[in-house]
């Protein structure tokens, strides 16, 4: 196998903004989940929160598509963006109360496969 | 306890001989034209660190060398061999197929951030809305050719921040540097981005739906 | 010609964060996971990623 270096084909010069994911990612490693109990809790959060994403990212890509087909003044396309950015911080308000990062949210539905 | 790394075809083949997680040596169980490769272990493994990371990548990239494998998800044990056997007996078809859809090929990662001109925060709701359109385009423009490429490709909604796209790639064996060469294009035509490419990696990607 | 060995620990890091990706959230699924049911019917079946640090899973 190649070394873990050498799994980079392709990459810019300043690779800092590729590896700032590591110390999310290793808090989903470590302990960070307690007993069993906790477990349950955290996924039932996790799931709820995550169809909450969906919705919103679903509703996201529907308001920049009607944007992008035109017809929407000025003021229209203020509140959506305003809506939207509000929807966003909102969303992630919700997943620090939670201790929830972007990965918690990804969970697979077997069958139907990766929800995010 | 039972560690499983892979569900691989060619049945015939022995495991490899070489160690899994904790030094403990790789064995295998047929049934039918599968294979899984398993390690076996009396205790907790603790909490895993990269080296066990590694260890588990290490063993599934063996396999790929001469076979094709269903990587598991890092964290896949059963107890026994008997529940292992019974998981074959009753995902038969869907594992079948999907060896089938990987059987040569290889998965790429691409990630790309984009350099944002205005570092603050957004000024208003039709910015965030033209900042987030931008975003779309960027990331289309890269990815369409990418994907004309490759076999199949999964993106993920983007993590926020800078980044624009976050995405795997199912390509070919042969058509690696073919892929690639493209992104070096890519980003040599797009320099408003960072491209960065990683792989090839076992299919992970396009085995979690088995 | 040599690369700094602040070059390769980088490329490591970004490496594996590609890695961790793949391996926690990617792969076929065996052990560890709940399945949510209502009245005994299976309705959401969900793998709990975070159970990982426990290898022996939910017993």
Redesign the interface.
């Known amino acids: 196998?190649d070394?873990?270096?050498d799994?980079?084909?392709?990459?810019?010069i300043?690779?800092?903004?590729?590896?700032r994911?590591?110390r999310r990612?290793d808090q989903?490693?470590?302990?960070?989940?307690g007993a069993?109990p906790e477990?349950?809790e955290?996924?039932l959060a996790?799931?709820v929160l995550t169809v909450v994403e969906l919705l919103r990212?679903l509703m996201?890509r529907q308001?920049?598509r009607r944007?992008?087909a035109g017809g929407l003044d000025?003021e229209t396309?203020?509140?959506?963006?305003?809506?939207?950015?509000a929807l966003e911080q909102r969303m992630d308000e919700l997943k620090e109360t939670f201790g929830l990062s972007?990965?918690?949210l990804?969970?697979?539905?077997?069958?139907?496969?990766?929800l995010? | 306890m039972i560690w499983v790394y892979g569900i691989c075809d060619r049945p015939e083949l022995a495991a490899p001989r070489r160690p899994g997680l904790a030094q403990a040596p790789l064995d295998s169980l047929r049934e039918q034209a599968l294979l899984a490769v398993f390690t076996r272990h009396a205790h907790s493994l603790g909490?895993?660190?990269a080296d066990a990371l590694?260890a588990h990548?290490?063993v599934v990239?063996?396999l790929m060398t001469d076979r094709t494998v269903l990587p598991m998800r890092f964290g896949s044990t059963v107890a026994d061999e008997a529940e292992l056997r019974r998981f074959l007996v009753d995902r038969q078809a869907t594992l079948a197929a999907a060896l089938a859809g990987i059987a040569g090929r290889v998965e790429?990662g691409v990630?790309i951030?984009a350099q944002r001109e205005d570092a603050g925060p957004?000024a208003?709701?039709?910015?965030?809305?033209l900042s987030?359109?931008r975003d779309?385009a960027r990331a289309d423009r890269v990815h369409e050719p990418l994907a004309a490429l490759a076999a199949d490709s999964r993106l993920?909604?983007p993590?926020?921040g800078?980044e624009v796209l976050r995405g795997a790639y199912l390509v070919d064996r042969s058509a690696l540097s073919r892929f690639?060469a493209g992104?070096?294009r890519l980003?040599q035509a797009h320099p408003d981005v960072?491209?960065?490419?990683?792989?090839?990696?076992p299919p992970y990607t396009f085995a979690?739906?088995a | 010609m040599t690369v700094a060995s602040h070059?390769?620990a980088?490329?490591?890091?970004?490496?594996?964060?590609?890695?961790?990706?793949r391996l926690?959230?990617g792969g076929v699924?065996i052990g560890g996971?709940?399945t949510?049911s209502i009245a005994d019917v299976d309705l959401?079946?969900?793998?709990?990623?975070?159970?990982?640090?426990s290898v022996e899973g939910?017993r």
């Open positions: 196998m070394s873990p270096a799994k980079l084909l392709a990459a810019p300043d690779l800092d903004p590729f590896a994911d590591l990612l989903a490693l470590s302990g960070r989940v069993d477990n349950v955290r996924g996790a799931l990212q996201e308001a920049l944007v992008e000025d396309i203020e509140r959506l963006g305003r809506t939207l950015m972007d990965d918690d990804n969970l697979d539905l077997g069958p139907l496969g990766r995010l | 909490e895993p660190d590694w990548e290490r990239e063996r790429l990630r951030l957004v208003s709701g039709r910015e965030y809305v987030k359109l779309g993920q909604p993590r926020g800078e690639r992104v070096q980003q960072a491209i960065l490419c990683t792989g090839p990696w979690s739906g | 070059d390769i980088r490329r490591r890091e970004v490496a594996l964060v590609d890695l961790l990706d926690l959230a699924v996971d709940i949510l959401v079946y969900v793998s709990l990623r975070a159970l990982i640090t939910i």
